[in-house]
């Protein structure tokens, strides 16, 4: 197996919700893009919330969702993978997360996108982040389809509480209701 690069950490002005996925899909990988395989749920979830449409081409996505306050990037910087499934991923490298909490004081929330996100970033600094709420969610790949998307939505909901102050919670709690 091949070691292989993920992709770097997107950001806008003022992030308050980094969003971690575990590491992209090789469709991701070849198109260079956050959630670039088509059917991979992410960008229709963003949609919903936060009226960003799927179907803009994707540096503007990018852009909003940035403008936004969130910061996209993955807890795993590289491995080796054979395929698509988490379950491969092999001899994973993570990614500096604490450097980014640490230049970026405003976020409040990180949203792991599936449990996978959740075991590495719990493995590799299992004492958390002091003051961040981390939330579990459900995967948006296709490969989770044990949840209908409106769940999803509704799951998904709550890292648009992490985009407004008021509503994030200073405690640094771990939520792991959709593990």
């Known amino acids: 197996?091949?070691?292989?690069?993920?992709?770097?950490p997107v950001?806008?002005?003022?992030?308050?919700?980094?969003?971690?996925?575990?590491?992209?899909?090789?469709l991701s990988l070849n198109a260079?893009?956050?959630?670039?395989?088509?059917?991979?749920?992410?960008?229709e979830i963003m949609e919903c919330l936060l009226g960003i449409p799927g179907s803009l081409p994707y540096e503007e996505r990018i852009s909003r969702i940035g403008s936004a306050g969130i910061v996209l990037w993955d807890v795993i910087g590289s491995c080796e993978r054979d395929g698509a499934?988490?379950?491969?991923?092999?001899?994973?490298?993570v990614n500096?997360?604490?450097?980014?909490?640490?230049?970026y004081k405003s976020i409040g929330t990180i949203?792991?996108?599936?449990?996978?996100?959740?075991?590495y970033l719990r493995k590799t600094w299992p004492a958390?982040?002091?003051?961040?709420?981390?939330?579990?969610?459900?995967?948006?790949?296709?490969?989770?389809?044990?949840m209908r998307f409106s769940e999803k939505v509704s799951a998904w909901h709550r890292i648009t509480e992490?985009?407004?102050p008021l509503l994030s919670s200073p405690q640094g709690t771990y939520n792991e209701t959709y593990e």
Do not use: C
């Open 32 to 43: 260079g893009e956050y959630y670039g395989n088509p059917k991979n749920r992410f960008w």
């Open 11 to 26: 950001f806008g002005t003022d992030p308050r919700v980094m969003i971690l996925g575990s590491f992209p899909s090789p």
């Open 162 to 164: 992490g985009i407004h």
């Open 128 to 146: 958390g982040f002091q003051g961040i709420t981390i939330v579990i969610l459900p995967s948006t790949s296709p490969a989770n389809a044990r």
């Open 96 to 103: 500096d997360i604490p450097a980014v909490l640490d230049r």
């Open 1 to 8: 197996m091949n070691m292989h690069q993920g992709l770097p």
């Open 111 to 119: 949203g792991l996108n599936g449990s996978t996100a959740g075991r």
């Open 85 to 93: 499934l988490d379950s491969r991923i092999r001899n994973a490298h």
